[in-house]
């Protein structure tokens, strides 16, 4: 009877530990309180270092690892205009967000809202690719590995967000997640072109970084708004998980 009381008890103890843990931030996150005059600055050094702290993920939240994050695949229509490219990307890895450093942060708590601005370094887009469409006159058709490099990439983030109460706590569900990607450069490179004809891939590839400005500014709100998506899902991952007074504590 004393080693089955026993191990009961050890039993509800995991359980409970399981619970605690599943409901808040990782003992290591810097907090920042709610109150706090100075919290857009707390959040300006505590974002970048969660950031490299979830390198590896946080299993108890299910958040995924972070270098690299994977997406599964993601769609990006032919549009109009100089640049029209009909992209199919899957398997994709990127590389670089856990180097992300903020350099500014405004927080609205009481309208559920925030907005930040990023640079990270160096961000690394590599996926399986199918691409086919035009660039000004030029015909582009390939499948392979894309490889897609913005370096010094300034982002801007806008978190907009709404209560949501379950048992009693109140959560922040992030709604829409929205993001501006500023470049200072991009680096383009698509192997397999032409069905795999070098001549006229390293041409293509050539053109592309030649004119990777035009390329990508014609492309960007697709990326912009696909991989919104993809960071709404990860912030979603901890807000819907841990209640708002344990992320940004009242006291």
Do not use: W
């Amino acid at each position: 009877m004393i080693f089955s009381e026993r191990k009961m008890f050890l039993f509800l103890f995991f359980i409970i530990s399981s619970v605690i843990a599943e409901n808040s931030l990782p003992a290591e996150f810097t907090r920042c309180r709610q109150n706090d005059v100075a919290i857009d600055e707390c959040l300006k050094h505590a974002v970048p270092d969660a950031l490299r702290k979830m390198k590896k993920g946080i299993s108890e939240l299910a958040v995924p690892p972070l270098e690299p994050l994977s997406v599964s695949g993601m769609n990006i229509e032919a549009g109009a205009g100089p640049v029209v490219i009909a992209q199919n990307y899957k398997n994709i890895q990127l590389h670089g967000l856990t180097d992300t450093i903020v350099t500014h942060y405004k927080t609205d708590l009481k309208h559920y809202r925030l907005r930040t601005e990023t640079v990270t370094p160096k961000m690394e887009f590599i996926a399986d690719y199918v691409m086919k469409g035009r660039i000004l006159v030029l015909p582009i058709q390939g499948k392979g590995i894309a490889n897609v490099t913005m370096v010094n990439l300034v982002v801007k983030h806008d978190l907009i967000g709404e209560p949501i109460v379950r048992d009693g706590e109140t959560y922040m569900r992030i709604r829409d997640y929205r993001v501006k990607f500023i470049p200072k450069k991009v680096y383009l490179n698509f192997s397999n072109l032409f069905n795999g004809d070098k001549r006229l891939g390293d041409q293509m590839n050539l053109f592309l970084n030649e004119n990777s400005d035009l390329v990508f500014n014609e492309l960007k709100d697709a990326y912009e708004k696909s991989l919104s998506s993809v960071f709404q899902d990860v912030a979603n991952k901890i807000f819907n998980a841990v209640p708002m007074n344990k992320i940004f504590p009242e006291e």
